[in-house]
């Protein structure tokens, strides 16, 4: 983040750029943005049966509460990878851990 003079006035998207690519905030919105995908792309159906979903460092963590929906996504876990990634744009999700 560049030091401003006192008095000095600052563009406010820049003000925003420069506090959200501070790395706190980057890995609570790509957390945000990964849950928001995993929901948009699996829909309400699927929604109904998760109780969590998490993202830390590239694994998207989904606890279920249904197994026979746990078996039906692990055998289509690759799949489910990348339909996120599409709809995120970027390779956000490496692996799947289902619960």
């Not at 401003?4 to 006035?9: A, D, F, H, N, S």
């Not at 948009?40 to 830390?56: A, D, L, P």
Request: charged share 35%; hydrophobic share 35%; aromatic share 8%.
């Amino acid at each position: 983040m560049e030091m401003v003079k006192r008095g000095e006035i600052k563009n406010i998207s820049k003000v925003l750029d420069d506090v959200l690519s501070q790395k706190h905030f980057k890995i609570g919105i790509d957390n945000l943005r990964v849950q928001e995908a995993w929901v948009k792309t699996m829909g309400k159906n699927i929604q109904k049966y998760t109780y969590t979903v998490k993202y830390k460092r590239g694994v998207l963590y989904i606890k279920l509460k249904s197994s026979v929906l746990k078996e039906e996504l692990t055998f289509e876990k690759e799949k489910v990878i990348n339909l996120i990634n599409q709809e995120l744009g970027k390779k956000y999700v490496k692996d799947l851990v289902l619960n």
